[in-house]
């Protein structure tokens, strides 16, 4: 059989590698869709809770996300939450764990629970026909978790263990030291535990705390799958009615705003390699520069085909991974740069990195390589919620700064409509390396004096 004849047009690879020509350019960016222009609805119930419903019936599930602020002053509070999130699902007054479990996977369903320093969240999923089921389990826990004793005891243990373990990570190390730096004693930087204090948690503080916290005034939950968006309010009427209470959730005090630009040492003895954490305020997405904002960021570090990585990794090979990107605390935004190097290759890193930082105002990204991030932030964002999952997740990231669904739907335009100048004022403005703080974790012994020549780095307490 003879070969099909290759269009005049088309080249073969060998081609492509020996002409002139070379690869071809990408296509221009086409017309934008919406994230999330889907049918929806989004309310508070009579008990404070804010929820959005999102019709997305790609599959005949629903994904559950429910977000509670669940901020606390005292000591013990981390600990005490962390028990907390480990045991809500081990049994309430009408079920016990292995009922829980049960019943949730003859429905196709699952739900699991974490916490931070911000939050406590609940996620889950179920076969769309059996969300009332799967309501009603989420109702119970919310409302009649208790927290029996041997349950607790169990949970407690192997807390203890995998915190142990966890506190001896270098990127656990690395982000203790960037969160006090950043914000000294706020409660925000209590984001691990410490064993000894999980240890000596008691039943009767986990249900106390429950009973405080677990609030659904200023709380959010969001449904995505293959539902009615109105119909569903009216179950979650009836399934959460009894989740009530005077007291609303407690939200984190504000956060300190950052100032540049000591980067602090942090002394590790004997460490092989040394982690690179900067961080410089910046804007939340209701701001109007966010979008030129998140463009600059994606040039600088934000994408695999990043300045920074391009520096760091590809020609120099400082590192295996460097990357940029936003935080969002309850209203507040920094930018943070990570990079993980080699000891000997830390100092090098760092004033590439800054470089990069310096760069990026003055060589600002235009052209091609603007119109590469460009196609890449719409790109990621349609990607990232074209699964149930994903719309869930990032309507409740939004849902939980006071945004909704319409943030989604008109941010590619957003993102479409910026200029070359309105990225590089952003650049300038947010990406300045004298904006930035943060921390180097790795010996000091090999590292201080390069470092300190380097200028704007100062020495603390060994982690």
């Known amino acids: 059989m003879s070969s099909p004849t290759t269009s005049a047009t088309h080249r073969s690879a060998e ?21 999330a222009d889907l049918s929806h609805v989004d309310t508070t119930l009579a008990n404070g ?13 629903v994904e559950a996300r429910l977000w509670i602020p669940f901020a606390g002053d005292d000591k013990l509070h981390p600990a005490i939450a962390e028990v907390l ?55 119970d826990v919310l409302t009649g978790a208790t927290y029996a004793d041997e349950e607790i005891a169990r949970e407690k243990e192997r807390l203890v263990e995998r915190i142990a373990v966890s506190r001896t990570q270098p990127r656990t190390i690395a982000r203790e030291a960037l969160q006090k730096h950043r914000y000294g004693d706020h409660p925000a930087t209590r984001e691990v535990p410490q064993a000894e204090d999980v240890a000596v948690v008691t039943p009767e503080q986990v249900r106390a ?41 407690v939200r984190l005090p504000a956060l300190p705003d950052l100032t540049g630009p000591s980067v602090l040492l942090v002394p590790r003895a004997g460490a092989v390699q040394s ?34 990585v391009e520096n760091i990794r590809e020609n120099k090979g400082y590192t295996y991974s460097a990357h940029s990107g ?10 943070n740069v990570d990079a993980d190097t080699a000891t000997d290759a830390t100092a090098p890193a760092l004033l590439e990195t800054r470089y990069e930082l310096g760069r990026l105002g003055q060589v ?32 409740l990231a939004l849902a939980s700064t006071g945004l909704g669904l319409e943030w989604l739907n008109e941010h590619p335009a957003r993102v479409a409509a910026v200029t070359a100048e309105e990225v590089a004022d952003a650049a300038l403005k947010f990406f300045a390396p004298k904006r930035f703080t943060g921390v180097v974790v790795g010996d000091a012994a090999v590292l201080e004096r390069k470092l300190l020549a380097l200028g704007d780095v100062v020495v603390g307490e060994p982690a």
């Open 275 to 308: 982690q690179i954490r900067l961080s410089a305020q910046t804007v939340p997405r209701t701001d109007p520069g966010y979008a030129a904002l998140q463009l600059a960021n994606l040039a600088y570090g934000g994408y695999f085909s990043s300045r920074l």
């Open 85 to 139: 999130a480990e045991t809500i699902l081990t049994g309430t007054a009408r079920r016990n764990r292995i009922e829980i479990d049960a019943e949730l996977a003859l429905i196709g369903g699952d739900i699991g629970c974490g916490v931070d320093p911000e939050r406590l969240v609940l996620t889950g999923s179920a076969l769309a026909g059996k969300l009332p089921t799967f309501l009603d389990v989420l109702g």
């Open 326 to 335: 936003f935080e969002f605390t309850d209203g507040t935004a920094v930018v």
């Open 209 to 249: 705390l429950h009973q405080a916290s677990v609030q659904a005034r200023g709380s959010v939950l969001v449904l995505v799958g293959d539902i009615d968006p109105t119909a569903v309010i009216g179950d979650l009427e009836k399934v959460l009615g009894a989740w009530a209470s005077d007291r609303s959730a």
């Open 15 to 35: 081609e492509i590698g020996r002409t002139a020509r070379g690869p071809r350019p990408l296509p221009p960016l086409g017309e934008q869709r919406s994230a």
């Open 364 to 395: 600002p990204p235009a052209g091609d390589e603007l119109e590469s991030v460009r196609q890449y932030a719409i790109g990621s964002l349609l990607t990232s919620t074209s699964s149930q999952s994903g719309l869930a997740g990032q309507v």
């Open 49 to 61: 809770l804010r929820v959005v419903a999102v019709r997305k019936a790609t599959v005949p599930m």
